[in-house]
């Protein structure tokens, strides 16, 4: 007996998705809970489990947008219908009539040598008209082109930006960071930490916590624009872009600012992990207050990140690089990383726009006041 395979709710605002990649061929034999096809949405990629042991049978193809609770495909779970059918068909073909022997063409009749002389150019003419139409040129070696359709989390992200670039006045600023005390916290702590709490200390939750108290004291910047209103929230969630095959995703820290070192770098590799697997919730991408991105893992050195709307802020890392800097009148190698913040200039002026991000500046130097709130 057939079992349907059916596509989830994955998110209240998302009613169709798309068939990205089927990860079984048509008739492959499935355990329950196997992963059988990848899923696309306007938010995030999933994977498809089977909900019996059977056999796959495919009904939408790669690249259908189905509807969310339509059918994609059907297990069976009694024996093996693949088998069934070949033998089915073999034995139609068998017990079928053979097709009627066609008759031997008789050959054209001798045109009078008379004729030959006029209709020497015509016949050249018919030899040309019903020949088969000539095929398109073949695309020039090294200059193939290849026509891949848009995932729906690529069409979505797309969208956006753009209605961001449109609708938004962005502006980026940018500092730098001497890197020196977080790294000697990282090297003194790192040990312990990772035996406590079986993660490690990392970055990104360093870059949290200053953000946060960036925000704490210029709220513009965890705020939105909502109609004629400025809606500043009182809670902090921010967003960590992250990047994984399927595209990029943007998971938030819900009340980030209850959150320890230890409870960040746990989210954020829970978030990395599930991205790669397609199996982040929808509801974990939306609602963010302010977000991250950091472009250094890749190795940038400088960029001005694009909003995520409706927030009015994105702050950016880039690579640490050992660079000359002058400490005390001498000329010091120092590890440096390039700041920038893009902010809505309709909401954050230019003054307290730089001024959070000296504060991350001096809090990313100095992390020790994270633990005091100075």
């Known amino acids: 007996m057939p079992i349907e395979l059916t596509i989830p709710s994955v998110g209240e605002s998302i009613t169709e998705v798309q068939i990205a990649e089927w990860l079984k061929a048509d008739g492959d034999t499935v355990k329950k809970d196997e992963n059988v096809a990848v899923i696309d949405s306007e938010k995030t990629t999933f994977e498809l489990p089977a909900p019996e042991d059977g056999r796959l049978k495919i009904l939408r193809q790669v690249g259908e947008t189905i509807k969310v609770g339509d059918s994609v495909g059907q297990i069976e779970t009694n024996g093996e219908p693949g088998k069934a059918d070949a033998a089915g068909k073999k034995r139609k073909e ?129 705020a939105e624009i909502r109609d004629s209103d400025i809606v500043y929230h009182n809670y902090f969630d921010i967003g960590v872009a992250i990047a994984s095959d399927r595209g990029l995703v943007v998971p938030v820290l819900r009340n980030a600012e209850r959150m320890s070192f230890a409870e960040v770098e746990k989210a954020i590799g829970d978030f990395s992990k599930r991205s790669r697997e397609g199996k982040l919730k929808p509801d974990e991408l939306v609602g963010g207050t302010f977000t991250i991105t950091n472009g250094g893992v890749f190795g940038s050195l400088l960029s001005t990140p694009i909003i995520n709307p409706p927030q009015t802020g994105i702050l950016g890392m880039h690579s640490i690089q050992e660079r000359p800097i002058a400490v005390n009148g001498q000329v010091v190698i120092r590890p440096m990383m390039y700041l920038a913040l893009t902010y809505d200039h309709r909401l954050v002026d230019g003054r307290e726009a730089v001024m959070f991000l000296r504060r991350i500046k001096e809090t990313i130097e100095n992390p020790s006041r994270m633990l005091v709130e100075v």
């Open 94 to 222: 068998a017990e079928a009539p053979a097709p009627p022997k066609k008759e031997a063409a008789k050959p054209a009749p001798e045109k009078p040598k008379a004729e030959t002389r006029t209709a020497d150019k015509p016949v050249e003419k018919a030899a040309v008209s019903t020949a088969a139409p000539a095929s398109k040129p073949a695309s020039l070696a090294g200059r193939e082109q290849e026509v891949v359709p848009m995932t729906m989390l690529r069409k979505t992200a797309a969208k956006r930006l753009a209605e961001a670039k449109q609708q938004m006045a962005m502006l980026t600023t940018f500092n730098e960071a001497d890197m020196s005390g977080v790294q000697a916290l990282r090297a003194a702590y790192q040990e312990n930490f990772e035996k406590r709490y079986q993660v490690k200390l990392g970055f990104m939750s360093f870059f949290v916590k200053a953000v946060i108290d960036g925000l704490k004291q210029f709220p513009q910047l965890n």
